[in-house]
């Protein structure tokens, strides 16, 4: 059974780095499948960030690109995320999850329990 | 980038009632699109893909419908545990798989 879950800071002061990461177990990264980021802030819906495939090949939000970046280390079996510059609009619950390839496009099917994150100084 | 609408935001229904949600696309998407169900302080987890393909061990009163711009998530038989948020999310014009702001089916 696939599992993902996320691990790092709960506390980011405005303008530093947010860095987390995902740990996968029951599979191996390096079989396939991309792996993304997503997050819901406080009340609101969900906002897809980005994904990484095991070779490193990365795809991001536009609306989010310049401030994203994601890796992956597969002797550890986990990817990571940093978003760098955070304000207060980057608290939010981040997930990771494991993205199932359709018809051009990804959807979710695994989904860590998420974690929560709050910028404030 | 594809904005997708979902209506209604919220949805009271009673247990055993028949629930229908919608979701639109501001363009076509074909039938690359997935709906997940939330519960209160739990992660979302995957319902139907491919507009109407049911992800493992989803229950039979689970279905989807639609294609192009106009989908549709229909609960036959509302059971205690379906009182959740339920989102869509377009994945044909990917990168970014966009998502619905979501559909809350309360307890009337």
């Known amino acids: 059974q696939v599992q993902v879950q996320e691990s790092g800071p709960g506390l980011v002061k405005p303008s530093e780095t947010l860095s987390l990461t995902c740990t996968v177990s029951?599979?191996?990264?390096?079989?396939?499948?991309?792996w993304g980021w997503i997050r819901q802030p406080p009340g609101y819906g969900l906002e897809w960030l980005g994904s990484?495939?095991?070779?490193?090949?990365?795809y991001y939000n536009p609306s989010l690109k310049s401030r994203v970046t994601l890796s992956v280390d597969t002797s550890k079996n986990q990817f990571s995320l940093k978003l760098s510059s955070v304000t207060a609009a980057d608290t939010a619950v981040y997930y990771c999850?494991?993205?199932?390839?359709?018809?051009?496009?990804?959807?979710?099917?695994?989904w860590g329990k998420g974690t929560t994150v709050t910028v404030s100084s | 980038e594809i904005v997708m609408t979902q209506s209604p935001a919220t949805l009271s229904m009673s247990p055993g009632e028949r629930a229908t949600l919608s979701c639109r696309a501001s363009q076509s998407v074909s039938s690359n699109l997935a709906w997940y169900q939330q519960k209160p302080g739990q992660a979302p987890g995957l319902l139907i893909y491919g507009a109407s393909t049911r992800a493992t061990g989803i229950p039979a009163r689970f279905s989807g419908s639609g294609s192009g711009t106009e989908f549709t998530l229909t609960i036959s038989s509302l059971q205690s545990e379906d009182f959740a948020v339920y989102y869509c999310q377009q994945y044909n014009n990917w990168p970014p798989g966009t998502f619905g702001q979501g559909t809350k089916v309360e307890i009337k």
């Open positions: 029951g599979y191996s990264i390096s079989s396939g499948y991309y």
């Open positions: 999850a494991r993205e199932a390839y359709s018809s051009g496009g990804y959807y979710m099917d695994v």
């Open positions: 990484i495939y095991y070779s490193g090949n990365t």
